[in-house]
C-alpha cells in the first residue's frame, strides 16, 4: 500500500531529495499500532512523505525507489527481543539493492512492556546493518506500553515525542527519545490484566482459559 503526504512547501521541486519514506514493518501493518505511530509521524513532518507496507512481494519495488528519497523510516513492534521477520527479510533484499545515494535511517518502534528499554536490542540490530551497509543512522523513538497507551489520555506525550522525532530528522539533529506511560510496575501489570481479561471476555474466553498453557488443547477451549 502506498500513501503519498505532500507539502506545499515542496511543491517546487527544488527539495526533491528532501524526502522521506515510511515503511511499516509489522506483520499486520495494515491494522496494526505502527500504522497508527506512522499517521502521527505524517501530521508533523512537513516535507514529502510517502508510506509502505513492507510485504513479501513489493522488496524489489521498494529497493528500486530508495533513490528518491533522503531519509528513511523504519516503524515496527518489537517481535521476541528482535525486529520482525517482515523487517528483517526487505532489510536482507535492501543490503543487496543498496542505492547510490544511500537514506539516513531513523526508527519508530513499540513494545508491548512498560520499559521502553526492551526496545534496545531490537534498535541495535538496525544499528548494525546501518554500518554494514555504510548508511547513516538517524534518530529514534523507543515506544513502551506501545498498544495500550494508544488508547490512553497519555498519548498526547507519544505525539509530542513523534514531533520532536520528526523535528530532528528535518533538521538532521539527530536524537534518541524514548516514552512509556508515567505508572508503577505494579499499576501496570494490573491495569493490562483487567485489559486482557476484558479483551478475552469479548472473544468468549475465561480468564482461566488465558492461564493455561494448553492454549491449542480443544479441551480446554470449548
Request: some cysteine; charged content about 25%; overall charge positive.
Amino acid at each position: 500500500r502506498r500513501v503519498l503526504f505532500r507539502s506545499k512547501n515542496c511543491e517546487n521541486g527544488d527539495d526533491k531529495m528532501e524526502r522521506i519514506v515510511i515503511l511499516n514493518g509489522s506483520p499486520r501493518a495494515p491494522k496494526s499500532n505502527s500504522k497508527c505511530y506512522a499517521d502521527i509521524f505524517s501530521k508533523k513532518y512537513n516535507k514529502d512523505i510517502e508510506y509502505y507496507n513492507i510485504t513479501k512481494q513489493n522488496h524489489d519495488k521498494l529497493c528500486s525507489k530508495m533513490n528518491d528519497f533522503s531519509d528513511m523510516l523504519l516503524v515496527f513492534p518489537l517481535y521476541a527481543d528482535g525486529i520482525p521477520a517482515t523487517l528483517l527479510n526487505f532489510l536482507k533484499s535492501l543490503e543487496n539493492n543498496l542505492p547510490d545515494k544511500k537514506p539516513v535511517i531513523s526508527v519508530i518502534i513499540n513494545c508491548g512492556f512498560l520499559e521502553y528499554t526492551q526496545n534496545d536490542l531490537a534498535v541495535k540490530m538496525i544499528e548494525l546493518f546501518c554500518k554494514k551497509t555504510n548508511c547513516e543512522f538517524g534518530s529514534v523513538l523507543k515506544i513502551g506500553s506501545g498498544e495500550a497507551i494508544l488508547k490512553t489520555p497519555f498519548k498526547i506525550f507519544v505525539t509530542r515525542k513523534v514531533k520532536k522525532l520528526a523535528n530532528s530528522i528535518l533538521s538532521k539533529n539527530y536524537k534518541t527519545l524514548h516514552i512509556t506511560m508515567p505508572l508503577t510496575p505494579k499499576l501496570f501489570i494490573k491495569a493490562s490484566t483487567k485489559y486482557w481479561i476484558e479483551y478475552g471476555n469479548r472473544n468468549g474466553i475465561t480468564k482461566e482459559q488465558m492461564d493455561t498453557m494448553s492454549i491449542e488443547d480443544d479441551n480446554t477451549l470449548v
